[in-house]
């Protein structure tokens, strides 16, 4: 019947396209419902120049990490597509022509970087990654795990955990107080325990700020780093971080492949307007062009404020519900700057545009764990952009030749901060500048990096909440801030993957081990509806 499904799917990011495919999987009529003209949301890629269309970007997220084994075996990705290749190593060049590098595979070369710093440093590394990776061989499972209703006294749920407890035994007595540590510290603090130079902290730092509204030295960013260390969800092996062939929006096109050829739907320019529901029960929803499509089960994958705050009547949810996702905290402060590039960078302190392994990995612009928190500090307590900004960047086409013609480089630069509230209003102008002290920063490392520049796209936060629908920039659907974390995410009660509204399961990043390109929320979503059987045997 037109406009009945088994199953509606509310967004075509990654993650909807991961529910979708699955649901199909299963058997379903399902059908994915995306506002924009083309699917993927933040896993995109674009010809944002109009003189240029032969240069592509990975227009927002830009390295792959944590897509489980099982969902890239499950969903067939790589005859679809899915093609990433581990990245180098964390690079930061300094302007007095000094560097450091630190290498994922060759301890002993980062043992040579780091000695030329600190003797000490180089030696405290490896026990460092050592002890990091301990903690996270036991937290990195239970990203793949559903949250357990801590408190609630239900039979089930005091057994889901009562497991979970019993799944943290490895850690051990020190390996609690490590977690502990690792919730409730800031980063810079820990980093102090373990290292001496600033060099190496503020490269370290940088994983622990990654799309959070707090600099290094607010306490809980110590979790963020690890949230960004974790390099296997205990699903089998998997590489550090890389790139993915043809850009992130490629992840997205093999998952929307392998969606359709399960038989999936899947609608572009189709904006939910309206989720409807019946006594408490999803029953369909309302297309902005008045359209109405009918299922009995539905998936939303778009930020939770847009979905349970705007697209649902208030009154068919829970007080405290209502109240905790009002609540919930999603600022970020994040500009995203793909810098088009006759050239590489012919660094200072390693002199050479041709490509080389400081390239093709991180190339940071964190030189102090005090530069980042000075950025921070910049945009909330002086609420203007970072005089200085910190800048994750990264050079995709040093690995990947699908993006640009030969000799044509991506510098992919993720930057931080810019006040939040720039959410609300373009302020073009002073992002303008923002972007050219990126460039001089850069530029101070790296002489013909500013000659170099063919192109630039800026997109701030008042473009990623207009595009893509992420209120307050917040690249994650929300803040990971321990409070918005595991049990809490988005909510007490519904970290299970559902929501008050029976019927209707949630599959955003905004659900636990998002966010990130993994898959997992939209993945999780579906086996709820599975364990509930809601999805009726064809
Ligand atoms: C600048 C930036 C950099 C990032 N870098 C990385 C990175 O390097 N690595 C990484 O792993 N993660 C990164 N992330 C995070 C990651 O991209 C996201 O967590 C992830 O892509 C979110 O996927 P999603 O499917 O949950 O949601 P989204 O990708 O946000 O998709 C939601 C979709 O829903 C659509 N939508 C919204 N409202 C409606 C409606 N009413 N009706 C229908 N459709 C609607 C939107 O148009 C969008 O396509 C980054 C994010 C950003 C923004």
């Known amino acids: 019947m037109a406009g009945q499904y088994d199953v509606i799917i509310i967004g075509g990011g990654h993650n909807g396209l991961v529910s979708g495919a699955y649901f199909a999987r299963a058997g379903a009529r399902a059908v994915v419902l995306e506002a924009r003209h083309k699917t993927g949301g933040a896993a995109d890629t674009s010809a944002p120049f109009p003189n240029h269309p032969e240069i592509k970007v990975s227009t927002y997220s830009y390295v792959m990490s944590l897509m489980p084994p099982t969902i890239i075996r499950e969903l067939q990705l790589k005859r679809h597509g899915y093609d990433v290749t581990p990245f180098g190593p964390y690079y930061q060049a300094f302007p007095d022509g000094r560097s450091i590098k630190v290498y994922a595979d060759d301890a002993a070369k980062s043992y040579e970087s780091i000695a030329r710093w600190s003797k000490k440093d180089a030696e405290t590394m490896p026990l460092w990654e050592e002890w990091l990776k301990g903690v996270a061989d036991v937290l990195g499972p239970l990203l793949l795990r559903v949250p357990p209703k801590l408190g609630s006294m239900a039979l089930g749920d005091l057994l889901a955990t009562a497991d979970t407890a019993w799944r943290m035994r490895k ?10 540590k690792l919730f409730s510290m800031s980063v810079t603090d820990l980093l102090n325990e373990w290292f001496e130079s600033d060099a190496v902290k503020g490269m370290l730092a940088v994983n622990g700020v990654i799309g959070t509204w707090a600099g290094p030295d607010e306490p809980g960013t110590a979790y963020v780093m690890l949230h960004h260390s974790i390099g296997d969800v205990g699903d089998g092996h998997l590489g550090s971080w890389g790139f993915q062939q043809g850009g992130m929006g490629a992840v997205a096109d093999a998952i929307r492949r392998s969606a359709e050829s399960f038989g999936c739907e899947i609608r572009t320019n189709a904006r939910v307007a309206k989720i409807l529901t019946r006594s408490g029960r999803f029953v369909g929803v309302a297309l902005e062009n008045g359209e109405e499509l009918y299922a009995p089960i539905g998936v939303t994958t778009i930020h939770p404020k847009i979905a349970f705050l705007q697209l649902i009547d208030r009154v068919e949810l829970p007080p405290d519900f209502v109240r905790d996702i009002e609540n919930w905290r999603t600022r970020s402060g994040v500009v995203k700057i793909n810098v088009a590039m006759s050239e590489l960078p012919d660094f200072i302190a390693d002199p050479g545009k041709e490509l080389q392994d400081h390239h093709t990995g991180s190339v940071e612009l964190c030189f102090s764990t005090d530069y980042a928190e000075r950025a921070f500090q910049d945009a909330h307590m002086e609420k203007k952009a970072a005089t200085r900004p910190f800048v ?3 050079i995709p086409t040093t690995l990947d030749k699908k993006l640009c013609p030969e000799g044509i ?5 993720y930057t931080q901060w810019v006040p939040h509230e720039w959410s609300k209003e373009p302020h073009r102008e002073e992002l303008e500048a923002y972007a050219d002290r990126c460039i001089d920063e850069y530029t101070a490392l790296a002489p013909n990096f500013k000659s170099a520049v063919i192109d630039r796209q800026i997109i701030g936060p008042y473009d990623m909440e207009q595009e893509l629908g992420l209120i307050g920039g917040n690249i994650f659907h929300g803040e990971l801030a321990v409070d918005q974390l595991f049990h809490m995410r988005p909510a ?8 008050p509204i029976r019927g209707l399961y949630h599959g955003s990043s905004a659900t636990h081990a998002g966010g990130g390109v993994n898959g997992i929320p939209g993945w999780q979503a579906f086996r709820a509806a599975v364990k509930d059987r809601a999805l009726k045997k064809k």
Do not use: E, K, N
């Open 171 to 180: 850690l051990g007595v020190r390996g609690v107080a490590s977690v502990t």
């Open 409 to 413: 480089h991506i510098f992919s630069m």
């Open 492 to 499: 007490p009660g519904y970290a299970d993957y559902r929501t």
């Open 392 to 394: 994750d960047g990264v």
